[in-house]
């Protein structure tokens, strides 16, 4: 089942920086979806665009349509608040707020009017499970999340997401501020959330790109080269470009 179907998506930028050029490709439900490709090729701008968040930035032009879950989510009359609770957004870099770890994981809750001490406590504690941490900090969530490590503020990042229940997570270079052992863990927890969520990340090199993927898309200069499952696109890729950037011979 597709979770999204992106038909003919082409965007510009006013200083026509990283385009997007018709791009069309259907993205399946609970599985890892990974955009891979060089710098400037159109990832980051392709995820920004499935939950509106380029709507912050200085849009020149965009055609096409992107169906979630059946709906185009580019109609002028879309919620955008209520599409960003159902596909949440993790960054490259680890931002905790200047709260306590609990106070981060419930943040979305509570500014969405829950009020239920029970109901924060729960979600709290399911999304620090999910995100292999409750463990590691059920007895001082209300210690700041500044004092964790760099690989425990990134996973507070994404219980942050989880807490709201969405059906979609992105994740842009989500280990790239990270050493190995916690690009690791984060890795391990994607594998098991894929089997409850939809995942969409853009990772920081091929080499993480080949062990998470089920489905893979190369995206080069803002076109969608090839597309297809890991196996196929990182071991028969079709299009000499997509192989060519997988042996390191550019990018």
Same mark, same amino acid.
């Given at each position: ?5 992106? /038909?003919? @998506? ?9 385009? @997007? ?8 439900? /609970?599985?890892? #979806?990974?955009?891979? $490709?060089?710098?400037? $090729?159109?990832?980051?701008?392709? %995820? ?21 879950? +059946? ?6 009359? !879309? ?9 949440? !957004? ?20 509570? !500014? ?6 029970? /109901? ?27 004092? %964790? ?14 807490? %709201? ?5 992105? %994740?842009?270079?989500? #280990? ?6 916690? #690009?690791?863990?984060?890795?391990? !927890? ?29 995206? @080069? ?6 597309? +297809?499952? +890991? ?10 470009? #997509? ?9």
């Amino acid at each position: 089942m597709n979770e999204f179907v992106i /038909k003919n @998506l082409s965007l510009r930028y006013s200083d026509d920086n990283e385009s @997007l050029k018709n791009i069309s490709l259907e993205i399946e439900s /609970k599985a890892i #979806t990974v955009l891979f $490709g060089p710098a400037g $090729g159109g990832k980051s701008t392709f %995820l920004r665009v499935l939950n509106r968040l380029n709507d912050l930035a200085d849009v020149k032009e965009m055609k096409g349509e992107v169906l979630f879950q +059946g709906q185009n989510i580019l109609d002028p009359k !879309m919620d955008v608040i209520e599409l960003r609770r159902k596909i949440g !957004m993790v960054f490259s870099r680890p931002v905790p707020l200047p709260l306590s770890i609990y106070d981060n994981v419930a943040y979305g809750l509570v !500014m969405a009017g829950e009020k239920n001490k029970h /109901k924060l406590d729960h979600a709290v504690e399911q999304a620090l499970r999910q995100s292999f941490l409750w463990e590691e900090v059920n007895d001082r969530l209300k210690d700041s999340a500044y004092s %964790l490590s760099g690989g425990q503020q990134q996973r507070v990042c994404l219980a942050r997401v989880l807490a %709201l229940e969405p059906d979609v997570i992105m %994740l842009d270079e989500p #280990t790239s501020a990270l050493d190995p052992i916690a #690009t690791s863990n984060i890795e391990e !927890m994607l594998g098991e959330l894929k089997h409850q969520y939809t995942i969409i990340i853009a990772p920081h090199n091929v080499q993480q790109a080949v062990r998470v993927a089920d489905y893979a898309a190369f995206f @080069l200069m803002g076109e969608l080269v090839e597309f +297809g499952t +890991g196996k196929e696109i990182f071991h028969t890729p079709k299009d000499k470009r #997509t192989s060519d950037y997988i042996t390191g011979r550019y990018g």
